[in-house]
């Protein structure tokens, strides 16, 4: 059984890379019996989602007054410290 220090970090690691089914049926049995690291989870997961939805809007918007090459520079930078 995995602890909530374990979990934590399979979750983050979850954003990067699919998980092994043994760290995924791992990770389901903790969050199931643990609503601090179920909260964390969602948490992470609705911040992830935010911040492409964020990125995707700057690269979008045409009301900001950067040189395309700045927009794109932000928008991978945000990118890469996502991952």
Do not use: W
Given at each position: ?83
């Amino acid at each position: 059984m995995l602890n909530c220090k374990q979990a934590s970090q399979l979750i983050s690691q979850s954003l990067d890379k699919k998980l092994s089914l043994r760290e995924r049926f791992g990770l389901k049995m903790h969050l199931f019996i643990c609503k601090y690291c179920k909260r964390f989870s969602q948490q992470i997961q609705k911040l992830h989602v935010t911040i492409h939805s964020i990125s995707k809007q700057t690269e979008e918007d045409e009301n900001i007054k950067l040189p395309e090459e700045a927009k794109k520079r932000i928008v991978k930078s945000m990118n890469e410290n996502i991952k």
